[in-house]
């Protein structure tokens, strides 16, 4: 899992609240379990006028224009603003995988939920939670400045606006470890290696029976 420590990105506005992880992205490509390749699907049915498929080469699908991914002043955006209620929904881990390829490392909204958030810290995703009215104001402020930039600072646990503005945001101490040293549940595990590695040594010593 890439590390996260500081991010000055793009942003890029998802004005609606409620969305789901069927719309993230859609059933019919979930049937990889690799974590890349997922980007050209994100948002897929509000991304492009035709009906997707796993394996379809995107660069030739219609666009839909008024979609806000879509338009060229987002190009390349590394922070999603959303509103309340962000990642319902299935479980499926898709869902950050398809966020994660995309390019986007920090998600701000007023509320997620809790198999959504959970699922971005475990894929290198930090997840925001902003008041309401913080979040109208970065919405405001991102549609009003072309190339709004956002300064995420997740040691000091600051967001910065290019006017300089700065709030804070919560995250536990664990998670915060986690995502500063790019540490999932297997980076975590590997850190015992040779612990591991020595329970098995005596463990084969000890009852030998079990591995004739």
Request: charged share 20%; aromatic share 12%.
């Amino acid at each position: 899992m890439k590390a996260f420590n500081t991010l000055n990105g793009l942003a890029c506005p998802l004005d609606r609240a409620n969305v789901d992880t069927d719309a993230i992205i859609p059933k019919q490509f979930l049937k990889s379990i690799k974590r890349s390749g997922f980007g050209p699907y994100l948002f897929d049915e509000w991304r492009y006028t035709n009906y997707g498929e796993p394996g379809m080469d995107c660069s030739t699908r219609p666009l839909n224009k008024d979609f806000v991914l879509n338009q060229p002043r987002y190009q390349g955006a590394q922070v999603l603003l959303a509103r309340d209620n962000f990642g319902c929904g299935s479980s499926r881990e898709h869902a950050p995988w398809a966020i994660e390829d995309q390019g986007f490392r920090v998600i701000i909204a007023p509320s997620f939920a809790d198999i959504f958030f959970n699922n971005c810290y475990k894929n290198g995703i930090l997840p925001i939670v902003a008041s309401a009215e913080q979040v109208d104001i970065l919405f405001k402020e991102c549609l009003a400045n072309e190339g709004y930039t956002l300064n995420v600072d997740l040691a000091s646990q600051t967001v910065t606006t290019p006017s300089g503005q700065t709030f804070s945001f919560e995250i536990t101490p664990t998670r915060k470890h986690n995502l500063l040293n790019g540490l999932d549940e297997i980076g975590l595990t590997l850190q015992h290696a040779e612990e591991i590695r020595r329970f098995e040594i005596n463990h084969q010593q000890a009852q030998p029976w079990l591995f004739a």
